[in-house]
């Protein structure tokens, strides 16, 4: 109470009164009681609800027509299983798909295994480039019990390298049982010079022994490479390209896992990676391997940290990519991550010490850089693809801009699962009416008076969702603003805190959320540019089940997009207002898109939120009877995007890897 008190009288006017100081405190006072009161209240009406819930469940799954249905409802999953992998209850249209879907696989694995290796000629090639700088790169390999076929593998993959100014540096933990690893390790060395080796007098574990690796570095670049993996002919002249071209001084490529006594060519995971995105990043480890790094990076730190050991590179990761001028991806599959019984590639249980250090990581990450009271969360994803809820600052007020012509039952629907489903409190409704003609809306917009913080603005030109939205937020009073689709019912009560926790953030620009269709397939899941037959825009992950965890569990935690839709979008209103609002000459579609992408120009990251959900109808309050119309409108309105932003596209959606298809929106492989 007593901290109730102070942030209340810090707020008083200082001009008034002892006596009006007083009543304004007490008034301030019961009305954050109130509100306290009101909040609690619902969390008990919910408690309750699953206490009720709850109990049905038990009585049900003990009742003798629960036990006897066993059969049916076994019958029942296996077919709905079923369902979900050929489509369509296995009609000829949904088997097709999958058997397109297994050839696509398959036809793309062949182009990024040892198929993908350069041939004699390009091998000679590569290594008798000249660059515009001498970069040695020093590979640290800390070894442990290492197997003999993993070693040399491992070995060779290094001695192959087309850029041969390397150094291999290893230091030897194992125990006297695999005296063997020193015996491979100094034949090598013995051939080779820029190999060298050095038998520690204990095993130091991961952070150690790397550390100890980092000793005997003398290279320009450092590369961290297990010691149990494969590297591609071709990386070290990749990152060279990259670190000449683009003065990059971080690099990373695309993975993937291969069983662990099989070829590389037995591949199980291609995980194809966004470029540089820190919301990724602080949700899991997508960057991973082979991280390079120019060695200034690392003055005054330490490379891996022994408390973060299970996720020192995660730790290592988050550190250094905060401090490097330019961070690159290498879009092309690079490193071969050896899945055997006892690595992390297998079962991230086999080191379940690595949860607790990836939290420990991203926690230290997140304190350094300024955050406070924030909880980090394991997903149903991964335990190690976090989910991080931030700490909303103080208790802005947030200004709803909805549009709506007619069409009464979704706008009531969205305006009461707002009204009833909200947790936050200080926000204000402003439904921007665009000739209706019916009288049931005008009704219901009178029914609308009670409510203080609902207005009703009109406005009489012809539809264009852009001035429409740019009208309503001139009635803003909010200092943010939320665009809301009347098509859309709230689905997770504290959206509105969900949003705008990013968005009170100084480095972001807008917030999306995650929609869904009345049917539970996903509607929206962030936008990605050039995607669909019109080469302009197109939603990710479209029609994706809402169970669906996504390429990599992507729709498991927050990330950064290119853009979000304009259906349910967050940001603060001075950048709406800075950026001219949206752009009119976009009257119909991808003027939301349009926008975030002024935002990315200002350097701004552009947020989207899968644990703010709603239900998208998409378009239904429109109607279909200028359909034609709109088509056309829609044509010239994407020939007009395509061009504007034609470097942007030509460049590519830096979040959608170049290796999917841009026919499709599942993360489909291209061939």
Same mark, same amino acid.
């Given at each position: ?341 006892? $690595? ?8 379940? @010490? #690595?949860?607790?250090?990836?939290? !420990? +990581? %991203?926690?230290?990450? *997140? ?124 689905? $997770? ?8 926790? @990013? #968005?009170?953030?100084?480095?972001? !620009? +807008? %917030?999306?959320?995650? *929609? ?156």
């Amino acid at each position: 109470m007593e901290e109730n008190q102070k942030n209340v009288a810090e707020i008083i006017p200082e001009e008034l009164s002892e006596e009006e100081q007083l009543v304004y405190y007490r008034e301030a006072y019961l009305r954050e009681k109130k509100k306290s009161a009101r909040l609690a209240g619902r969390l008990s009406d919910a408690n309750a609800q699953v206490e009720d819930l709850s109990g049905k469940l038990v009585r049900i799954k003990s009742s003798g027509i629960w036990k006897l249905s066993k059969p049916l409802r076994s019958f029942y999953h296996w077919t709905k299983r079923t369902k979900e992998r050929v489509g369509n209850y296995g009609s000829p249209r949904g088997i097709a798909r999958k058997v397109r879907n297994k050839m696509i696989e398959k036809q793309a694995r062949t182009q990024h295994g040892s198929a993908s290796f350069p041939s004699p000629e390009e091998a000679k090639r590569q290594r008798e480039e000249k660059f515009s700088r001498q970069i040695c790169f020093s590979i640290l390999v800390p070894l442990y019990n290492t197997p003999r076929k993993f070693l040399t593998e491992m070995l060779d993959s290094v001695v192959n390298q087309t850029y041969e100014n390397w150094q291999l540096c290893l230091a030897d933990g194992s125990d006297g049982e695999h005296g063997f690893v020193g015996e491979i390790c100094k034949e090598y060395a013995k051939k080779d010079s820029r190999i060298c080796y050095r038998k520690l007098e204990k095993n130091e574990g991961i952070s150690g022994n790397t550390n100890e690796c980092l000793k005997m570095a003398t290279g320009d670049y450092i590369g961290l490479f297990d010691h149990d993996d494969v590297l591609h002919p071709s990386a070290l002249y990749e990152y060279m390209k990259k670190i000449c071209d683009e003065g990059a001084d971080y690099i990373y490529c695309d993975e993937t896992t291969f069983k662990g006594n099989k070829t590389i060519d037995d591949m199980l995971t291609l995980h194809f990676k966004p470029d540089f995105a820190i919301d990724n990043l602080r949700a899991n480890n997508y960057i991973c391997h082979f991280s390079v790094f120019d060695k200034r990076l690392l003055e005054g730190m330490e490379l891996f940290r022994s408390q973060f050991d299970g996720s020192q590179d995660h730790d290592m990761i988050l550190r250094l990519t905060s401090r490097a001028k330019h961070v690159a991806h290498v879009p092309k599959l690079l490193y071969y991550w050896r899945s055997h019984k006892a $690595s992390v590639a297998a079962d991230i249980n086999a080191k379940s @010490y #690595a949860i607790e250090a990836a939290r !420990g +990581a %991203v926690a230290d990450h *997140l304190t350094v850089n300024g955050f406070e009271n924030f909880e980090i969360v394991s997903t149903k994803a991964f335990e190690t693809i976090f989910r991080v809820k931030y700490e909303v600052q103080g208790n802005p007020k947030l200004s709803i801009v909805i549009p709506n012509k007619d069409h009464v039952e979704d706008l009531s629907r969205c305006v009461e699962s707002i009204l009833k489903e909200s947790t936050y409190d200080n926000y204000e409704i402003i439904i921007v009416e665009n000739n209706s003609v019916t009288t049931e809306i005008e009704e219901y917009y009178k029914s609308l008076g009670k409510y203080a913080n609902i207005r009703v603005v009109r406005y009489e030109g012809v539809f264009n969702y852009s001035k429409i939205n740019n009208y309503g937020v001139s009635f803003a009073d909010g200092e943010y603003l939320v665009l809301l689709n009347n098509d859309t019912q709230v689905i $997770s009560i504290n959206w509105m805190e969900e949003l705008l926790m @990013y #968005a009170q953030r100084s480095d972001v !620009g +807008a %917030v999306g959320a995650k *929609l869904y269709y009345g049917d539970k397939t996903i509607q929206h899941a962030g936008i990605v540019i050039g995607l669909g037959a019109h080469r302009t825009a197109g939603h990710t992950h479209y029609r994706v089940a809402q169970t669906n965890l996504g390429y990599m569990g992507r729709l498991c935690y927050a990330q950064n997009v290119t853009a979000v839709t304009g259906a349910c979008l967050m940001m603060r209103r001075a950048l709406y207002e800075e950026l001219g609002g949206l752009d009119e000459s976009f009257a119909i579609a991808l003027n939301d898109v349009d926008f975030c992408l002024r935002l990315r120009e200002r350097g701004l990251l552009n947020v989207w939120n899968p644990y703010c959900e709603l239900y998208h109808f998409e378009s239904i309050s429109r109607g279909l009877d200028d359909a034609g119309e709109k088509a056309r409108r829609y044509d010239e309105e994407s020939a007009r995007f395509r061009e504007k932003w034609k470097e942007a596209l030509a460049k590519g959606d830096p979040y959608y890897n170049p290796n999917f298809s841009l026919d499709r929106s599942d993360y489909a492989l291209k061939v």
